[in-house]
């Protein structure tokens, strides 16, 4: 089986408080036109997570508190799997396309977590109208902005 390598185009970063992403300074250019879009989807590395213990773990025992005891780790959006890869969908706050910098309202990932990708989101491609959940999570929000009132800690047991 062929080795593909991974090139990281930046990293997440914390500056002057604000949630972004740091571009290395040749993918600079790419960012023209991403300030026209109101969200992103970016794909990242669970850094942290890149170890053969966490990429050999198949299952999860009840990482969920209404969930089931046992879930495979495809079913989950844990960090310890095959392939520690991860997507987030954040708000964009601001492009500042001369220093390569993207700013996001918020985003799920460490400071220097290595970011493998940025797509815009659109609807007409990443939208799903009516998503099927199990009945464990029926009573999770349906969006990303209803997310940031609910309790999620009361959800997770890690």
């Not at 500056?15 to 300074?25: N, P, R, V």
């Not at 940025?118 to 799903?128: F, W």
């Not at 199990?134 to 990303?144: A, F, G, I, Q």
Request: proline share 8%; charged share 25%; net charge negative.
């Amino acid at each position: 089986m062929q080795q593909e390598i991974l090139h990281p185009i930046g990293k997440v970063t914390t500056l002057d408080g604000k949630t972004a992403i740091l571009l290395e300074e040749e993918y600079a250019p790419a960012l023209a036109g991403l300030e026209s879009f109101g969200c992103v989807q970016v794909i990242w590395w669970f850094s942290g997570c890149d170890n053969e213990s966490s990429r050999s773990k198949l299952t999860a025992e009840k990482p969920y508190r209404k969930g089931p005891d046992v879930i495979g780790t495809f079913a989950t959006r844990s960090p310890e799997r095959p392939n520690p890869i991860a997507l987030s969908s954040a708000f964009i706050t601001g492009v500042d396309r001369d220093n390569g910098i993207l700013y996001l309202a918020y985003m799920d990932a460490f400071d220097d977590s290595p970011v493998l990708d940025i797509k815009p989101y659109t609807p007409s491609l990443d939208r799903v109208e009516t998503p099927r959940v199990p009945d464990w999570c029926e009573h999770w929000p349906r969006s990303v902005e209803e997310s940031g009132m609910f309790d999620w800690e009361e959800e997770f047991n890690f």
